[in-house]
């Protein structure tokens, strides 16, 4: 057997079940080797069903360990069944019932012993056991299931706890057969080490060798990240950046800040210095600029692009969207009048374009490059959360026809998305991080309210006074229409309520779903305060600058994530005017979710929101890996910066030997 042989070689997997095991991204031996648990079930004290009977807390769960005798089936006229039957062990005895599970009669023989977790239901004159779960006893075999430290797993319909733990079971007890190559490179671990660390962490022998497990093999993915970002280092070495005239660089940089008609932030200036200093190093640009929505990242990219224009090379400014791109436009217009310096908008209702200094568009560019891009010198992406952290060699494969290592471009990715620290060094090792945290004076925090079913025509009201007052609301729906199988509030629907309920005010719709032409209308209805009102799922995460919009609400936020949440909320305090956002929750969303909206209204510091999701949910599923690079990790923890440092260390010393990869952690 080998790690990237099919699951189907194993026993009792067969075709069904391998298409569900698929559902979970489970492929290969490999695959299923480094799936691991979500959490653990510890269920290893044992209590006699004295000892359990004595207690006054009968809402937790108990094992036992007993014998059965008296096992009877009783067949109803509906057609359903009871079984019942006498648990016992030394201490005494006690009364279990089951419902329509004839087949345990051949299952839970008399005489055999059993572990059986479950409750005691308290009657007026007896107890009675409820059975949740059983294994049997067997001399010479570890358990699987209870009386251990057992696995919970995350699963897909149609796969069972039980089942899915058997096939792991099954898999670890055969792991000596499987050929797992010595691809660590470091004398401390040998193969049948991997072995045991991978059986402490499906199967643990006590919660010591766990988290011993847990911390090496974390250690080792984040050293399988590290090599790829090494990998990556050591081709950026080989390429040639542009070359610039630094001295009149820095003098153009002051004077084009000493007109612009506001001062910089202090984060602001700091991080054009610092890529000032480095391009007078001759050392390429490949840098991630992030801040939150509105603290100013699009002036740097400005003076970015002045000074590289003013070399002689041209500037190419990337959006996600035809809106984004035409806002750019007249920005970047606006702030360089005067400066002789040619700006073109290509899009794709744009056909009439030709090559100048500044190209700002959409994906449009990339179709266009060969006629458009001559000299090419800083390519700067404005994500602004839509496509994620965009990694630079996936970006440049476009152009790799009109570009070549002695002539590479800097590379600039403004990211709306808060990266908190040990994601940066983990997954952007190879990337200059910068970060402005201050916000332009006079910008006023954002007011965030959680509000209830009960609170919702008070809301109402309120909006109509807004409106009234001449301001703008965005509405926030998870779902674009109704769904059968998710009870959530829909875009669609509340466009047709709020249509009548505020028939006094102007209501639009936006979605993914509509045509790129539609959702254009949309929003350019929107800034000409043609709609009051606009009704939009989170496709407005990448929105426009709007600073009449003041109120922001946002239906069934608890199906959200906080960085995402924080995104959308981003959309308002665009201008200098008191914004709010409103969080409405359903009546059934739980304590946790409560806990993380209250975290969010109390909070508006983006990298503080993104740590305190990344404890909650892991990286890949915060920043998408399609659209970020960044995979979910499957074991390793972000929490533990010496483990982080420590994985660099390691993953130098393997590169130095040649290793490229750690197979059991590769992507």
């Given amino acids: 057997m080998q790690l990237y042989d099919t699951v189907t070689v194993l026993k009792q997997i067969s075709g069904s079940y391998s298409f569900l095991l698929n ?69 005494g005895e006690i009364k279990c019932i089951w419902f329509n599970q004839p087949f345990l009669k051949d299952v839970l023989k008399e005489q055999k012993e059993f572990l059986m977790l479950g409750k005691v239901i308290v009657k007026p004159k007896s107890f009675q056991f409820s059975s949740k779960l059983y294994e049997p006893v067997i001399n010479d075999r570890e358990s699987v299931h209870l009386g251990r430290i057992a696995p919970e797993y995350s699963l897909t319909e149609g796969i069972s706890k039980k089942w899915f733990r058997n096939r792991v079971k099954n898999l670890i007890d055969n792991l000596p057969t499987i050929e797992i190559k010595d691809e660590f ?6 193969e049948s080490d991997i072995n045991d660390l991978l059986s402490e962490v499906h199967f643990p022998s006590n919660s010591d060798k766990l988290e011993k497990a847990i911390d090496i093999l974390s250690k080792y993915e984040l050293t399988n990240i590290q090599l790829k970002l090494e990998e990556k280092r050591q081709k950026a070495i080989k390429f040639t950046p542009p070359e610039l005239n630094i001295q009149n660089n820095t003098e153009l940089a002051l004077n084009f800040i000493k007109k612009l008609p506001f001062i910089l932030t202090e984060d602001q200036l700091n991080v054009i210095k610092d890529l000032i200093d480095r391009m007078s190093k001759k050392i390429l640009l490949n840098d991630l600029i992030q801040g939150d929505v509105g603290s100013g990242k699009t002036i740097l990219a400005i003076i970015a692009s002045f000074i590289v224009v003013k070399n002689k090379y041209q500037s190419v400014i990337l959006s996600p969207t035809t809106i984004l791109a035409k806002q ?56 602004q959360h839509r496509f994620g952290v965009v990694q630079r060699e996936e970006l440049l494969k476009p152009f790799s026809n009109i570009i070549n290592k002695d002539n590479y471009p800097h590379f600039i990715n403004m990211s709306a998305t808060p990266i908190p620290r040990t994601i940066a060094q983990v997954f952007f090792g190879d990337v200059r991080v910068n970060t402005i ?13 959680l509000v209830n079913e009960n609170k919702r025509q008070d ?78 799922t989170s496709v407005i995460e990448v929105g426009i600058d709007v600073p009449n919009a003041t109120v922001i609400i946002i239906e069934n936020a608890e199906r959200f994530g906080l960085a995402q949440l924080h995104q959308i909320r981003g959309r308002v305090g665009r201008g200098n005017k008191q914004s709010w956002c409103f969080l409405f929750y359903a009546k059934d969303a739980s304590n946790l979710a409560l806990e993380r909206l209250d975290f969010l209204s109390k909070n508006d510091n983006g990298l503080k929101i993104a740590e305190f999701d990344l404890q909650n949910r892991g990286p890949g599923e915060i920043y998408g890996f ?42």
């Avoid at 094992?63 to 201490?91: G, V």
């Avoid at 945290?437 to 309210?449: A, D, E, H, M, Q």
């Avoid at 970020?628 to 010393?653: D, F, Q, V, W």
């Fill in 459 to 536: 809301s109402y009201k309120w909006v109509i006074n807004q409106v009234n007052s001449g301001d703008q609301v965005y509405w926030v729906c998870p779902l674009v229409s109704d769904s059968e199988k998710v009870e959530a509030q829909s875009a669609e629907t509340l466009y047709k309520e709020l249509s009548i309920t505020l028939s006094g005010c102007k209501v639009g719709l936006i979605h993914g779903q509509m045509k790129e032409k539609d959702k254009n209308e949309a929003m350019t209805r929107f800034i000409n305060h043609e709609i009051d009102i606009l009704v939009s």
């Fill in 23 to 91: 559902k979970l991204g489970i492929y290969t031996i490999k695959d299923l080797l480094t799936y691991f648990p979500v959490k653990y079930i510890d269920s290893t004290k044992v209590k006699t069903i004295q000892e359990m009977l004595s207690g006054n807390d009968f809402d937790e769960d108990f094992l036992i360990k007993i014998k059965i005798r008296n096992f009877k089936n009783t067949f109803l006229k509906s057609k359903k069944t009871i079984q019942q039957a006498t648990l016992y062990d030394e201490s």
């Fill in 626 to 667: 399609k659209q970020s690079g960044i995979p979910n990790l499957k074991i390793a923890r972000l929490n533990n910066l010496e483990i982080i440092k420590e994985s660099r260390e390691i993953s130098l010393k393997l590169y130095s030997k040649g290793y490229r990869s750690i197979s059991i952690f590769d992507y």
């Fill in 328 to 383: 750019h436009f007249k920005t970047f217009t606006t702030f360089l009048k005067g400066y002789n310096i040619g700006i073109e908008l290509v899009t794709s209702d744009n056909k009439n374009t030709i090559t100048k200094d500044i190209l700002i568009g959409t994906s449009a560019v990339l179709a266009r490059k060969e006629n458009l891009i001559k000299k090419l010198g800083l390519i700067v992406v404005d994500e």
């Fill in 185 to 190: 490179g470091i004398e401390k671990m040998s």
């Fill in 437 to 449: 945290r201050t916000k332009p004076k006079g910008r006023l925090s954002i007011k965030t309210f």
